[in-house]
């Protein structure tokens, strides 16, 4: 295992998870959790965990992003809080 | 408040910090986890059922109970997306927009206007209609198929491989999603319509929990595939092989028809008729 890599991905996983709950820009937030969903499929595989990694990637990171990115488009882009 | 809120949180975050000390070591052979039920299933499973992946011989076979319920779970969902936001409004919209295809104008037809006739030359088209866009469509008529053929893959092959009913059926069900993002919904719909969607996903669910309903009518437990022997004409240890491939097509078809149901009502407020 390489740990930089690691040390990088888990960063970053903090980062684009803040980022997904205090965006105020709802289609953002979808796209920062479908990165988020992306990374942790990363780190399920580097765990050895391969299926679910590949649960998480098609998914979260998918099928889910999807489903966000319809509801905002049928709802308000902006957040209020 | 919202400063209490974040003391909250900040401490509920930290006793969580402070539990993983307690954890086993990542990968500890000495884990309780690894030490009770673990060395069963990698010493006896490919014995046992003949699969040599074992996260599919445990998810489909020795925990084919939990899988079956997770499958239901997913098909509530779909359900429950059906009963919250699906509305049946029989009154037709006051403006319908049509294109002539061949000349490329757009009809506006108010209400009381004459509607045209079923024809080729004419489509119905959305409020919000971008023009006919040639790259993305050939490029998704294009994937389209490779993906489909993809996500059966990862279906049949979850014995050897990573993978098995849930990727695949949700694979199988953004190929058809991206169907409809790439054309639009009208033409999806006219494809795959919601009640082919709803009577696959409850099929889906009747395949899982029907395999399980016929090992216990021929004398075994519930889901015990081996008890399906008689009926395939193999020996015990391939039977429960088959029954796990028998089970993940059901996952498949559950999972695949209940997101693109899903996707069908979120993306048009629950009308089904103007989409993405």
Redesign the interface.
């Known amino acids: 295992m390489i740990w930089p890599i690691e040390f990088i991905i888990l960063i970053m996983v903090v980062i684009t998870g803040i980022g997904a709950i205090t965006i105020r820009d709802l289609l953002g937030a979808a796209i920062l959790f479908g990165a988020y969903s992306f990374l942790m499929c990363l780190l399920w595989a580097i ?1 050895g965990a ?2 679910v ?3 998480e990637a ?2 979260g990171a ?2 889910s992003t ?2 966000f ?3 905002v ?2 709802t308000r882009r902006r957040s209020r809080d | 408040m919202k400063r209490i809120g974040l003391i909250v949180v900040l401490l509920c975050g930290g006793l969580l910090v402070y539990g993983t000390i307690d954890f086993p070591g ?1 990968g500890d052979p000495e884990a309780p986890a690894s030490r009770h039920v673990s060395p069963y299933y990698i010493e006896n499973s490919i014995r046992d059922t003949s699969v040599p ?1 074992i ?2 011989a445990v ?1 489909a076979d020795y925990r084919g109970y939990d899988t079956m319920f997770e499958t239901a779970v997913i098909f509530s969902a779909g359900i429950a997306c059906f009963f919250l936001l699906r509305v049946f409004s029989r009154k037709s919209p006051d403006v319908r927009l049509y294109r002539h295809v061949p000349t490329s104008l757009t009809i506006r037809i108010e209400k009381g206007g004459k509607l045209p006739e079923e024809s080729p030359d004419f489509e119905r088209i959305d409020d919000e209609w971008t023009p006919y866009d040639l790259i993305i469509k050939t490029t998704c008529r294009l994937v389209i198929p490779f993906i489909q053929l993809f996500a059966l893959y ?1 279906i049949a092959h979850g014995h050897h491989s ?3 009913g ?2 695949g059926g ?2 199988l ?2 190929s058809i ?1 991206l169907y409809a ?1 790439s054309h639009d919904l009208r033409a999806t719909i006219r494809r795959m319509s919601e009640r082919v969607s709803a009577l696959l996903a409850t099929t889906g669910i009747i395949i899982y929990a029907g395999t399980g309903l016929l090992c216990l009518v021929l004398g075994a437990n519930f889901l015990d595939y081996g008890a399906l022997a008689a009926v395939l004409g193999v020996d015990p240890v391939s039977a429960r092989s088959h029954g796990i491939l028998i089970v993940e097509i059901g996952v498949g078809l559950a999972v695949m028809s209940t ?1 693109v149901w ?2 069908y009502i ?4 629950g009308r089904n008729d103007e989409g ?1």
């Open positions: 765990m391969v299926d990694a590949f649960t098609s998914v998918g099928v999807v489903f990115v319809a509801a488009f049928r | 990542w992946n996260v599919t998810l990862v990573p993978g098995g849930f990727q949700v694979i069900g953004a999603i993002v997101m899903i996707y979120l993306s048009s407020v993405l």
